[in-house]
Each structure stands twice: as C-alpha cells, then as structure tokens.
C-alpha cells in the first residue's frame, strides 16, 4: 500500500489554466505539507496542515491555495497557471499531533512533474 | 538566521570505499537534524535524525551521522559504498516548534 500517494504524477498545461493536484495519506498522520522542487533540485515547503488547519503558509502567490477536506488528504489547486510554477511539487505527512513539530520524520509522496506551457 | 548548507553540489567515490556528504547548519537553539534520500524520479525518503542524546545516529542503508555541536555539524557517512547508493542527499533542519529547512541537496556519485 503506498503511504503518500499523489496524482497525477505528470501535469502539462497552458499558461493561464486552473490546475489541482491531489494528495491523500493512509499514515493516520496529522499533519501534511506541499513542498516545491525546482529545476536545481532545491526544495521548499509551501504549506503545512494540521488536523484541517493551516500552520505553514510560508511566502507563495496566493494564486496557490491548499484545500485540506479531511486530514488524510491535503490538495493543492493553483490558479493563472504561469511559466515560473514548472517544477516538481511534493506532498509530505508526519505524526505531528500538536502541528508540524520540527522533531518529526516526513514521508514523501512521489511527486507531481508540472509542466507549464 | 537560521539555515542549513551542504558545501557540496556533488561527491563521486568509488564502490566499497568510505563516503562522507556534509552539512553544516546554524541555529539559535537546539537543532534537529535529519537527512533524506532522494532516487531519480521518486520522493525523499528518511534516513536518520538527530533528536537529542547520542551524537551518532545510525540509519537506514547501513548510514551514519554524527552531530557536532561545537562544528555545528551533521554530516552522512558509511564505511563502504555501493553503486545503488547513487542519489541525491538532503540534509535538513528542523528547530523552534514548527520550522524547518532543507539544503541544497548533494548528488553522490558510486562508481564500480
């Protein structure tokens, strides 16, 4: 059974579309991230859920917005697609049960290559 | 400012010598300390951190890494490298309640 599961795992649009990408964890985790991966391989977190609730909103356009309807899943929906948004995006879960404490191991889904025209 | 730095873009060793990838951080505080792995074309994988306790911290895939506080100081060891450990090597810092940072990322190189 895969842990952190993502989909899809290629996206290739237009500029200026509306896209979403799933995530879903089958860990009983409490808290899920969205990281991003650029070209140069660097990561950086987006954003981290707690239980449904926003506690890492870290500097992205707000053209990016996560939607977390249970705590199992955590997806991401980025509106105005735009050339600079191409690159590998990372969904992640930890036990955290009192929010996304800096002790905890990350599981790392596979990975959604978006690919922006 | 906290962060965290892996000196080095790249490591090439040959298969069954000794691989060491560095990572140096700073940080106001006690640190937390992980390292991921990373296979081409997958997600990172955990394995081993640093809490608190004993300086050397024993992971998966016969790793190692040693804290050192004093060098502030998390680098990735094993004693005998293989050709299926060629990947990409993140170190990460985690600190306060809820933040934390990944490097650059180190690509490691095994050949035969």
């Known amino acids: 059974d895969t842990a952190v599961s993502q989909t899809p795992k290629y996206l290739v649009t237009q500029m200026g579309n509306d896209k979403s990408i799933k995530c879903e964890q089958n860990?009983?985790?409490?808290?899920m991230y969205w990281y991003k991966q650029d070209s140069k391989k660097f990561l950086k977190i987006m954003f981290s859920?707690?239980?449904?609730?926003?506690?890492i909103n870290e500097t992205v356009p707000n053209r990016f917005s996560p939607k977390s309807p249970d705590k199992a899943h955590l997806n991401l929906h980025i509106n105005s697609l735009e050339l600079g948004d191409s690159a590998v995006y990372f969904c992640?879960?930890?036990?955290?049960?009192?929010?996304?404490?800096?002790?905890?191991?990350?599981?790392f889904g596979p990975g959604t290559r978006l690919t922006v025209l | 400012a906290q962060s965290v730095a892996q000196p080095e873009d790249q490591v090439n060793v040959a298969e069954g010598n000794p691989l060491t990838v560095k990572c140096t951080y700073s940080?106001?505080?006690?640190?937390?300390l992980f390292w991921y792995v990373q296979y081409p074309n997958r997600g990172l994988q955990f394995l081993l951190k640093?809490?608190?306790?004993?300086?050397l911290v024993k992971g998966s895939y016969g790793f190692e890494a040693e804290f050192n506080k004093s060098q502030t100081s998390f680098h990735l060891k094993k004693p005998s490298a293989l050709v299926s450990d060629s990947a990409l090597y993140f170190c990460?810092?985690?600190?306060?309640?809820?933040?934390?940072?990944f490097g650059s990322g180190t690509k490691l190189n095994v050949k035969p």
């Open positions: 992640a879960s930890s036990q955290g049960p009192s929010g996304a404490s800096s002790t905890d191991t990350q599981y």
């Open positions: 860990l009983g985790h409490d808290t």
């Open positions: 859920y707690n239980n449904k609730e926003l506690i």
């Open positions: 940080v106001s505080g006690n640190p937390y």
């Open positions: 640093y809490i608190t306790g004993d300086n």
């Open positions: 990460a810092l985690g600190y306060n309640f809820n933040k934390f940072y």
